[in-house]
């Protein structure tokens, strides 16, 4: 009888303890992370309550008893946290203040060039414009950071600015981090995507980082999708060894600030070095900031028969033909 209840006993303890161990074990193997809010002057008892209804927790009764059974505090602020997280992994990040509401994400969008940078940060209160725009606008001859220029940079004529070079993409921020502190970000960013294998390519290629960071400019502002990109770089590519006009639709925007289905021959006549119309070859430097898409393709372009290509502004579809004939026919279809 009295080994009966020997058994027993240890089956109980065993079945509680692997309960209370079960408590602790992530609710979600497979959830996502949610930002979780701890507000001033909120109890324990509160905090349990919220993680419990969001299913960040099993249990909040084992929640607070490590808080408390720790003589540990919970301390206010915006916090990320993910259902993968065991109860005291959550514990510890609530009560050493682990919070990122001194942090703040910024988006950068492929294709936006400085000025739309600027205004994105002034907009949503990361930095004025004017502390942004002067420094990534001054030419590299004029250099002012605190940081050595990247090696990326070394082929880029002196008067060029980090037009093309600031790469899009999103990023965590410190919100006292200045203008300088960003651009260094995205500049080291630059500097990682743009792979060894790209840069002896390109050398291969006897052709520079500038002038591969122009043409994928170009690219990222004419079409969408990757594939495009490559025959889009193909086309332009060919241009540009036979010597004709770019024709680029992006450089014309580029130029008047304004985005058409169809440019007017006035437009294509407008005096500006950055007016592939008018003069042959790449323009004098990046007209955006390319995405690492608009890159790999400017490196890696596609050989194609097609010789011209139009968006169709209904569907951001891209129309290619081989001649002039078969392009003519194709906008007075397309883009009237």
């Known amino acids: 009888m009295l080994k009966k209840l020997i058994i027993i006993f240890a089956v109980?303890?065993?079945?509680?303890?692997?309960y209370w161990q079960n408590l602790n074990s992530p609710i979600d193997a497979d959830g996502q992370e949610q930002i979780f809010i701890v507000n001033?002057?909120?109890?324990?008892?509160?905090?349990?309550?919220?993680?419990r209804i969001n299913n960040l927790i099993r249990s909040k009764f084992y929640f607070k008893y490590?808080?408390?059974?720790?003589n540990l505090k919970i301390q206010a602020g915006e916090y990320l946290i993910s259902p993968k997280l065991s109860a005291r992994e959550i514990i510890k990040i609530l009560t050493q203040g682990d919070a990122i509401s001194q942090e703040k994400?910024?988006?950068?969008?492929?294709?936006?060039?400085?000025?739309?940078?600027?205004?994105?940060?002034e907009k949503n209160n990361i930095i004025p414009a004017k502390d942004f725009l002067p420094l990534a606008s001054a030419p590299l001859n004029q250099w002012k950071f605190n940081f050595a220029k990247p090696d990326f940079l070394n082929?880029?004529?002196?008067?060029?600015?980090?037009?093309?070079?600031?790469?899009?993409?999103?990023?965590?921020?410190?919100?006292?981090?200045?203008?300088?502190?960003i651009i260094l970000k995205m500049l080291d960013n630059f500097d990682k995507k743009l792979t060894p294998g790209m840069r002896a390519e390109i050398k291969l290629q006897k052709k520079t980082i500038y002038e591969i960071v122009i043409m994928a400019s170009i690219i990222e502002k004419e079409v969408r999708s990757t594939d495009d990109m490559k025959i889009v770089s193909g086309i332009?590519?060919?241009?540009?060894?036979?010597?004709?006009?770019?024709?680029?639709?992006?450089?014309?925007?580029?130029?008047?600030?304004v985005n058409k289905?169809?440019?007017?021959?006035?437009?294509?006549?407008?005096?500006?070095?950055?007016?592939?119309?008018?003069?042959?070859?790449?323009?004098?430097?990046?007209?955006a900031n390319p995405g690492l898409n608009a890159i790999k393709a400017a490196i890696y372009p596609e050989d194609t028969n097609y010789n011209y290509f139009l968006s169709d502004p209904a569907t951001g579809?891209?129309?290619?033909s081989k001649y002039l004939e078969e392009h003519n026919v194709n906008k007075l279809k397309y883009l009237k």
């Open 105 to 121: 994400s910024i988006k950068i969008i492929e294709g936006w060039n400085n000025k739309d940078i600027g205004a994105y940060f």
């Open 317 to 320: 579809k891209t129309i290619y």
């Open 261 to 287: 289905a169809q440019y007017s021959l006035k437009d294509t006549k407008v005096d500006s070095p950055y007016n592939t119309y008018k003069y042959r070859g790449l323009p004098p430097g990046p007209i």
């Open 155 to 181: 082929d880029a004529p002196k008067q060029a600015d980090l037009e093309g070079y600031l790469f899009p993409d999103t990023y965590r921020i410190f919100k006292e981090t200045a203008a300088e502190g």
């Open 12 to 18: 109980i303890l065993i079945g509680g303890f692997l």
């Open 40 to 51: 001033r002057g909120e109890t324990v008892k509160q905090a349990a309550e919220n993680l």
């Open 66 to 70: 490590k808080v408390w059974r720790e």
């Open 236 to 257: 332009f590519w060919n241009r540009v060894k036979s010597g004709v006009a770019l024709n680029s639709c992006a450089t014309l925007a580029y130029i008047l600030g």
